[in-house]
């Protein structure tokens, strides 16, 4: 079955902590991988993407992911977060090249940076 | 603004009423996705569209969900008979094809079912 898991429900940083969100997912194939955020009341919005080519990729914010495809895993870094960096942090999978157009999310993380 | 946009943003329906909410996709994007999101829970697939064929359909759409997205523009998603356990975040998306499946969200209809 399609599914991604994210090990952190909710996490509790200091500012300038370093950050990093577990991602891992179970798919069948070739997969685009994302991390979606969504800050208090308002809608989801992209941070980054992987869908090939170099595994570190780079975002929003200073945010960057690292694809293991070994691991079947993407997640999310950042060396020093900020209080503006609440939020909450959902990955996300979806089949390469049109296997399947649908976005399969986890569960997400509630991050919150307290001053 | 030219992203997704929905109406309403909330939306209170009593139990047995029929709901009907509007989704307006980014103008070029040729997909248009519907989710469902409940309180700690990542966005549920229920359906998507390719202009106006609707391609896909989840096991959690009941038969008293319906989706239409008649001339490949804005959509819309009737839930028949609400239920209590029909009220969540209803979260409608669209994409381009050919980008991966990168979808753009809306901000999403509240519907509380009392």
């Known amino acids: 079955a399609q599914s991604v898991s994210q090990h952190n429900h909710h996490v509790i940083l200091s500012e300038a902590a370093s950050l990093e969100l577990g991602c891992n997912y179970s798919y069948g194939g070739t997969v685009n991988l994302f991390w979606y955020v969504q800050y208090p009341g308002q809608h989801l919005q992209l941070l980054l993407k992987y869908f090939s080519g170099d595994p570190l990729v780079k975002g929003i914010k200073g945010f960057e992911a690292e694809f293991i495809k070994s691991k079947f895993s993407f997640n999310l870094r950042k060396p020093s977060v900020q209080w503006s960096d609440t939020a909450e942090y959902f990955c996300?999978?979806?089949?390469?090249?049109?296997?399947?157009?649908?976005?399969?999310f986890g569960t997400g993380t509630l991050l919150a940076v307290q001053p | 603004d030219t992203g997704v946009s929905q109406d309403p943003r909330h939306k209170i329906t009593k139990r047995g009423q029929n709901v009907t909410f509007r989704c307006d996709p980014i103008s070029e994007h040729n997909r248009l996705y519907w989710y469902r999101q409940t309180l700690g829970q990542g966005p549920e697939f229920l359906t998507y569209f390719q202009n106006e064929a609707q391609l896909e359909k989840s096991r959690l759409l009941s038969d008293r969900f319906s989706a239409e997205r008649p001339k490949g523009s804005f959509s819309t998603l009737e839930i028949q008979r609400t239920e209590q356990g029909d009220s969540a975040m209803y979260l409608c998306?669209?994409?381009?094809?050919?980008?991966?499946?990168?979808?753009?969200f809306g901000q999403g209809t509240r519907l509380t079912v009392v």
């Open positions: 998306a669209s994409s381009l094809v050919g980008t991966g499946n990168q979808a753009f």
């Open positions: 996300a999978v979806s089949g390469y090249g049109g296997a399947t157009n649908k976005l399969i």
